[in-house]
Nanobody
Framework: VQLQASGGGLVQAGGSLRLSCAAP????????MGWFRQAPGKLREPVAF???????KYADSVKGRFSFSRDNDKNIVYLQMNSLKPEDTAVYYC?????WGRGTQVTVSS
């Protein structure tokens, strides 16, 4: 079973995208989730993830620009990305309770 991530695409610097990740079952009460990204030639890195009692942590590089949210009724998690920069270009992956999505490409042009 894989997660279905979507919402990636090509956007100009300064633009916005919202990524979505639909889980196959209820995410209510699950705190092991987050978004990660992997740029070409680099290791996969965490972008936004829930730590502890539903506390969201963000990578320093995206603080103030990205926002993680969840809809427990629809079993979907989101990553709202604003003020995108070329260095945000990567394949973005969602992870929920140990399951990973296939990844969605985000490309930010300068």
């Amino acid at each position: 079973v894989q997660l279905q991530a979507s919402g990636g695409g090509l956007v100009q610097a300064g633009g916005s995208l919202r990524l979505s990740c639909a889980a196959p079952e209820s995410i209510r009460g699950i705190n092991g989730m987050g978004w990660f990204r992997q740029a070409p030639g680099k290791l996969r890195e965490p972008v936004a993830f829930i730590e502890g009692a539903n506390i969201t942590k963000y990578a320093d590089s995206v603080k103030g620009r990205f926002s993680f949210s969840r809809d427990n009724d629809k079993n979907i998690v989101y990553l709202q990305m604003n003020s995108l920069k070329p260095e945000d270009t990567a394949v973005y992956y969602c992870m929920i309770n140990g399951l990973w999505g296939r990844g969605t490409q985000v490309t930010v042009s300068s």
